[in-house]
């Protein structure tokens, strides 16, 4: 389903944050059917925005004067629970860039802020809506694959310039815990760490985490901004085979175990998997920021409700926390419970 329900109202929309992200969002937003983009809150740009065709405010006050049903929250992240908490006050609700917020304090906050008005609000994990990650997920939950051995994600790149106020935990491995959670169903129960930081910046630029699921996979991520050449690639190992999504190409690749004989003899003796059929996949390739949108547009006005939720966003700011401490500490950090601080979550969409 990608178009909203016959009949529906129009939904006022606002966005805060015209950065690189935000651009995006206004770019979609402005487009987005069932969906009037009304203003855009930019102190650094005030005035007329003549791209979008709408009026570029210096606070979110002169935004929620016009009256509002949601708003994308594309700030800094420092900003997110100031921005999140004025927005649940005011009884609008947000879809909030990732991560939640820069600390589990905030994040909590913010969660409860939401939920206690009853408000629509969600995440921009939009890793989750990268058709090689959709189909990849379908394929583990139908069994394509068996039991989960490992998963391995590569996120490494050079440094954005843009980003000012974390490191690669919070803005880059944040993706992959949240991917990670939720194309498996499983949750991380312990981390170890390793951190850098090369670029003269107050933050880490590369880390490397080895942790265990709950499922008893083990799990791998390497994020970094010191590397020459983009990656974006999540492994899945199990009992079948191996996928292999690229997300920068959205493709998905299965390398199937061999199931055949060989006649070499120095071959016959090593009892381990072979190598077998390589099949890549034709899936459909939407624009991710574009589904992302249409299913909180649809989450607001009630017609399906699969959006990445605060207490999910709150669980990967959890999970990060936990990798700085392990990298801080250069011990193994046992992630706590889900229901330690909030119900168990339920990472389907």
Excluded at 34 to 48: C, S
Excluded at 98 to 110: F, H, I, Q, T
Excluded at 312 to 318: I, K
Aim: proline share 4%; with cysteine; glycine share 12%.
């Amino acid at each position: 389903m990608t178009g909203v329900a016959t009949g529906e109202r129009t939904l006022r929309a606002g966005l805060v944050g015209l950065g690189v992200m935000g651009r995006n969002h206004a770019r979609v937003l402005s487009a987005l059917p069932g969906v009037e983009l009304v203003g855009i809150v930019d102190p650094a740009e005030n005035g007329e925005a003549g791209r979008w065709g709408v009026p570029v405010l210096p606070e979110l006050g002169k935004l929620l004067a016009l009256g509002v049903d949601y708003a994308v929250v594309a700030s800094p992240t420092g900003l997110h629970e100031e921005i999140g908490l004025e927005l649940a006050a005011a009884g609008v609700g947000a879809l909030v860039e990732k991560p939640l917020a820069d600390s589990v304090e905030a994040a909590r906050r913010l969660v409860a802020a939401f939920e206690s008005r009853g408000l629509v609000a969600g995440v921009g994990h939009i890793e989750r809506y990268n058709p090689s990650l959709q189909s990849l997920r379908a394929r583990l939950e139908a069994g394509e694959l068996g039991e989960v051995y490992q998963v391995v994600t590569r996120r490494q790149g050079p440094f954005p310039h843009r980003i000012a106020d974390v490191g690669v935990v919070k803005d880059l491995a944040t993706h992959d815990i949240d991917l990670t959670c939720w194309v498996t169903g499983q949750e991380h129960v312990s981390v170890s760490a390793r951190k850098v930081s090369k670029s003269g910046r107050p933050h880490e630029d590369m880390v490397a985490v080895v942790g265990q699921l709950s499922g008893g996979a083990m799990v791998n991520h390497l994020v970094n901004w010191l590397s020459p050449f983009k990656e974006r690639s999540t492994v899945v190992t199990g009992d079948r085979g191996c996928f292999v999504a690229d997300t920068l190409t959205a493709d998905l690749t299965f390398y199937a175990n061999g199931a055949g004989s060989t006649e070499w003899e120095a071959l016959r003796a090593f009892r381990g998997v072979s190598e077998g059929d390589m099949v890549r996949y034709a899936i459909p390739k939407r624009e991710p920021l574009l589904v992302e949108h249409e299913r909180f547009r649809d989450a607001v006005l009630g017609v399906r409700d699969d959006i990445v939720t605060l207490r999910q966003g709150l669980r990967t700011v959890e999970i990060s926390a936990a990798i700085l401490e392990s990298a801080d500490q250069g011990v193994t950090v046992s992630v706590p419970s889900p229901d330690t601080y909030s119900e168990q979550m339920n990472w389907g969409v």
